[in-house]
Structures are given as structure tokens and as C-alpha cells.
């Protein structure tokens, strides 16, 4: 809005303009008035001055009536010239018979005895009347006065002549003209005078409205500061004061607003869900920047005023008509086609007035990529579980019904039938225990036995134990490979902080596995370094070695490279499972590479800050 009005387009200029008008007005209209009575006043008073005396026109009945025309004419020339009225232009004596017998024009006394051709004279002396007229002489411009008074005898009332009187008028209005100058000159002055007056006073009167003005467009700026001055209890100082508490409250209203647009924003801006709203036609308006991460999208630019099942690429499926109207009120939509790998819930509202207008629509999005994937785990748990039970249940049915069938009685086929029964159910026991221990993780009450151990020492008094083992299976020929075991350890010694037996049980786990695949005269190689505030172990065998597409599901639980070999190895498919929760829960990670028929190497990464033994005695010594 533009607040620099020019001085015309002001209301001030108005206010004066109609004041001025109408003094204009008033003036012309009492001109118009005055001129018009002051023309008249002047005719009459003019019209009364050129009259001829009453003994004059007796006398020139009297000559009119006498036999000798020529005495009466001179008589009549005599009676003319003793008229003295410079208003007058000329005085003609008609008879009766039309006749010119005098005249007091010099000019023109070649006209007296021939016809008068005037028809006021004619119809004078024919109806009795008198007759005057105003004419124009178009010859010399000049305005004449016309009066034609019939003369009557007195013996016996008979028309005997008439007498034509010309007057110039040009005196009168000379006068009329000239007192009508003065007029228009006196209101001009008057309307110039009112005019500045009413500029003045409009100027007095639009003060408070100007600043009324101006407070409402700092009001519509945002600026609340300034106040109109309230100059009396009038219309426009009560509207001064209104208009106070208007920027009163609008400054309230707005600091609601944007006190609620700020938490508004604060809420969408921190939500964990996405949120999307729309106009009436379904394009969205309004998106938070969860609803931007959900989406994959950098800028809120790059959404606001598309179609809402473009942005969530259902517009094959639904219309936003049938989002608002039906009762589809939530979906699930997979973003794996567009390279994101989420899965995300929406929940549709639309926004509706009281009237029942609705006028946009509010979508909720949800990811819910974790509670869907650790469904579909649940689901293959529960179906791997079945299955993992389900073999050796269905082997040691099969035993026992052999055994019940008399199997029993025959003393070399029983042993070998309850040995199998044995081994199935240590093996079901083994997977029970592994399942309640996952559980116990997975539900948070597995507690740890911290403590600070030298894990240089720890790891070769496991691998000493794996060492064993091997020399007694080469003693007994229990065994039908051979391999052996290579330590690259660091020379330093690192303390650790981790528990002992879970700890002890992973690297056992990983070195079960090593010695289950690798071939006979296999190696399996174990190190440790340090590096980064980090101790870092591997595992390395040569055995089969592990498919790539198979590397990122390695720690599933019941997951095996081969099924077949893996059950018949006794192997519950658990182990890597339990492996990656421990290390998970000392701080650390777990990870393997590998090359399919090159062998696998396992890695443990735990966090280690160095301890100094000799520094920390010190301290105690000091303190005590």
C-alpha cells in the first residue's frame, strides 16, 4: 500500500474542493439572482426615465388633430426639440393614417410625410395599445429600447396617431456589465479566500485522520509502537481511540499468532513423524523436515505445491478425492522402488471447517521400516525355531518309536538308537539355552562382569586350550584332518575392560566355526594390534569361505552358508547371533570378510584406552 499520497488524492484537497464548489455555487446562483433583479430593476428604472410627460403627448394630440398640417407639423417639430432626454434616440409622430409628421432625428427628416413601414406602429394605431420591445441592431451591434404609445382625443376618444420612441440600451448594460465584473471579481476573491480557509480548516479537520492513516499502516507494516493522539471526545476522537484499541489488539492477536506459529513450527520442526499438509485441490502447503528426510528430499522448495500422491507416488492407486472423501485413513507405502529402502505409514485427515467444508488434508508419516522388518524377523524366527526343533523332535520320535517297536532287545542296535536320542537332545538343549540367552539380550536383563583384563593373556590362554585340544585329537587319531594355529600378536600388553565368559564364549564360537571349515593342514591365523583407541582381533581360516551375497546376513540368527553340512555338524545357527550381541554390548563391533573358496576372516573391534599399571600405584601410594 502506498502511503505518499499526492495533494489532489488527498482528502484535505476534497474537503476544500466541495467546500470550494459549494461556495462557488452559492455565489453564482446569487449572482445569477442579483444580476437578473439588477437587470430588471435597471430596465424599469430606465424605461420609467425616457417616458414622455403626459402634457407632451396632449400636445401632440392637439397638433395631430388640427386641418393645417403644416402648422402642426412645425408645432410638433417644436414640441420635439423642447424634449430633453439624452437617453432618447429618436421620437416619431405617426398619425392615424400612418403618417410620418415628425420626427426628432435630424437625420431623418426626409422620412416625415411618407408611410411608416414599423408594424408596432401599424398595430398600435389599429388595436389602441401600447407596445415595447427590446431589439438588436445586427448593423452597429447596439441593443434599442422600442416603446409605441398611441395618442387618443380627448374630445371623442379616437386613436389620432401614435408616437415611436427609440432608446439605446447600451448605458443600462454598460452598467449591468460593469457592476457584474465588479461581482465576479469580488467572488472569485471570496472563492480564492475560501478556498485557502477551507484548505486550512480540512487540513484541521483530516489531522487525526491522517494520523489514523499512517498508525494503521505501520500497523499493516507490523509496527505497533505509536499511538494516534486523541484531540477531543468528538466522532474522530472517538475514533482515534478505537483505533488505539485496534493496534492494541491486532499487536495481541499477532503475538498470539506467531507465539503459536512459532510452537507450531517448533512441533512439526522436532517431530519424529513426518507431516505433510495440503489445500483443497491436494497440493501441499505446509512440510516439516522429518517429512523431508523420510522422503529423500533436500529442499521443502522442491514439494511445496505438488499434488500430495505425487510426493508419495500413489497416484496410480488413489485420487486425493478419494483420500479426503472415503475411508482410507491410512496406507503403507514402500520406498524401496525409489532407492530409500523405507517403509513409511501414512495416516490421512483432512482439515474440515464447521460448516463442513473441508479445505486441505493432513498426512502423518510414520517409518516404520523397523517394526515392519523386525516383524517379517519374528516370522522367520518363529519358523526357523520350528524348523530347528522340528528335525531332531522328528529324529528322536523316530528312535523311539523304533525303540518301543523292540529295537531295545537287540543289544547292538539299541546303543547306537539311544546315543542318537542323546545327541538330538543335547543339541535341542544346546539351541534352547542359546535362544533364552538371545532373549535374555535382546530383553536388556543380561547383566555383565565387568573387569579390566590383560586380553593378550586372555586370548592366548584360550587359543592354549584350542592348542590342546588339537595335540590330544593327533595323540588319540580322533580326528581325520589336521591343522594348526598362528598368533601375530602385539608385544605391548592391553588392558581391556570386558566380561571374561562371554568374551571367552565368542572367541570360542568363532574358533569352532574356523576348525569345522578349514580343510585338512588348514591354518587358522589369529592377531591383535592396537590402533585408534581401539584393539582389533582376527580370525582367519582357509576354509570354504562365505558367498558375497550372503555376507550381510552372516550374523542372522539360524542363518547358515550350508544348511546340510552345518546340521550335521551339530551347529544350531545361533552362535554368530550370540557373538555379535556380546561384542555389541562390551562397546565394540564384529564383522567378517571373506572370499568364497579363499577362506573367512572374522574381526572384533573393543575400545581400549591405555593403562599404565606403574602410573595408577603411584596414585594409590600418593592417596594413601
Keep these: 500500500m502506498n502511503s505518499k499520497l499526492k495533494f489532489y ?40 426615465s425616457i417616458e414622455l410627460p403626459s402634457y407632451v403627448d396632449n400636445s401632440l394630440s392637439t397638433q395631430l388633430a388640427r386641418s393645417d398640417t403644416k402648422k402642426a407639423n412645425r408645432q410638433i417639430k417644436q414640441i420635439l426639440s423642447e424634449v430633453n432626454n439624452n437617453n432618447i434616440s429618436e421620437i416619431r409622430v405617426v398619425d392615424n393614417k400612418g403618417t410620418i409628421r415628425g420626427t426628432s432625428n435630424a437625420d431623418n427628416r426626409e422620412t416625415i410625410g411618407q408611410k411608416s413601414t414599423d408594424q408596432a406602429v401599424k398595430a398600435t394605431l389599429l388595436n389602441n395599445r401600447s407596445h415595447s420591445e427590446n431589439v438588436y441592431d445586427n448593423a452597429n451591434h447596439t441593443r434599442y429600447y422600442i416603446n409605441v404609445v398611441p395618442l387618443v382625443d380627448s374630445s371623442n376618444n379616437n386613436v389620432i396617431g401614435a408616437v415611436y420612441l427609440r432608446a439605446s440600451l447600451e448605458t443600462v448594460y454598460s452598467n449591468i456589465n460593469n457592476i457584474t465584473l465588479i461581482y465576479l471579481s469580488a467572488a472569485l476573491i471570496t472563492i480564492a479566500i475560501g478556498l485557502v480557509l477551507a484548505i486550512l480548516i480540512s487540513q484541521e479537520i483530516t489531522r487525526p485522520i491522517e494520523e489514523m492513516r499512517k498508525q494503521t499502516l505501520r500497523i499493516a507494516r507490523g509496527d505497533f509502537s505509536g499511538q494516534v493522539r486523541v484531540l477531543g471526545n468528538d466522532e474522530l476522537g472517538q475514533l482515534a481511540g478505537a483505533v488505539n484499541n485496534l493496534s492494541v489488539r491486532v499487536e495481541e492477536a499477532q503475538e498470539s499468532t506467531d507465539s503459536e506459529r512459532r510452537r507450531l513450527d517448533s512441533v512439526l520442526s522436532h517431530m519424529s513423524d513426518g507431516v505433510l499438509a495440503t489445500d483443497r485441490r491436494g497440493n501441499v502447503t505446509i512440510v516439516n523436515n522429518m517429512a523431508l528426510q523420510l522422503l529423500g528430499v533436500d529442499h521443502e522448495d522442491d514439494l511445496i505445491g505438488k499434488s500430495i500422491i505425487d510426493v508419495l507416488n500413489i497416484r496410480h492407486d488413489y485420487t486425493v478425492r478419494q483420500l479426503v472423501n472415503t475411508e482410507q485413513r491410512e496406507m503403507i507405502i514402500d520406498t524401496a522402488n525409489d532407492g530409500s529402502n523405507l517403509i513409511l505409514r501414512a495416516y490421512f485427515s483432512p482439515i474440515q471447517r464447521e460448516s463442513g467444508f473441508v479445505s486441505g488434508l493432513v498426512c502423518v508419516l510414520h517409518d516404520v521400516t523397523s517394526q515392519e522388518k523386525e516383524e517379517r524377523e519374528r516370522k522367520q524366527f518363529v519358523s526357523n525355531v520350528s524348523h530347528e526343533l522340528r528335525t531332531p523332535l522328528t529324529s528322536v520320535h523316530s528312535y523311539v518309536e523304533a525303540l518301543s517297536d523292540g529295537a531295545w532287545k537287540n543289544k547292538d542296535v539299541a546303543p547306537k538308537f539311544l546315543e542318537v536320542i542323546q545327541g538330538e537332545t543335547d543339541r535341542m538343549i544346546r539351541m534352547i539355552n542359546d535362544l533364552l540367552s538371545l532373549s535374555r539380550m535382546d530383553a536388556g536383563t543380561t547383566k555383565l562382569n565387568l573387569e579390566y583384563v590383560n586380553i593378550k593373556e586372555l586370548l592366548n590362554y584360550i587359543l592354549d586350550r584350542f592348542d590342546m585340544i588339537i595335540k590330544k585329537e593327533e595323540e588319540d587319531g580322533s580326528s581325520n584332518k589336521k591343522y594348526s594355529i598362528e598368533r601375530h600378536f602385539t608385544e605391548k600388553d592391553l588392558w581391556v575392560e570386558i566380561d571374561t565368559d562371554k568374551f571367552t564364549q565368542v572367541i570360542d564360537n568363532i574358533m569352532n566355526n574356523a576348525i569345522k571349515y578349514s580343510p585338512d593342514g588348514g591354518i587358522i591365523t589369529v592377531r591383535l594390534l592396537e590402533t585408534h583407541n581401539h584393539v582389533i582381533m582376527s580370525i582367519a581360516d582357509q576354509g570354504l569361505g562365505i558367498p558375497r551375497k550372503d555376507l550381510g546376513r552372516i550374523f542372522d540368527r539360524f542363518f547358515r552358508v550350508d544348511k546340510a553340512r552345518s546340521r550335521k555338524q551339530g551347529g544350531t545357527g545361533l552362535g554368530l547371533a550370540i557373538s555379535k550381541e556380546v561384542i555389541n554390548m562390551l562397546g565394540g563391533q564384529i564383522w567378517v570378510d571373506s572370499v568364497e573358496g579363499h577362506g573367512s576372516t572374522f574381526y572384533i573391534s573393543l575400545p581400549y584406552v591405555p593403562y599404565d599399571e606403574e602410573d595408577d600405584w603411584d596414585d594409590q601410594e600418593a592417596e594413601s
Design 9 to 48: 488524492q488527498s482528502i484535505r484537497f476534497k474537503i476544500a474542493l466541495v467546500f470550494a464548489l459549494m461556495l462557488m455555487l452559492t455565489l453564482e446562483c446569487v449572482g445569477a439572482v442579483f444580476v437578473r433583479q439588477l437587470e430588471h430593476q435597471n430596465l424599469n428604472t430606465f424605461k420609467q
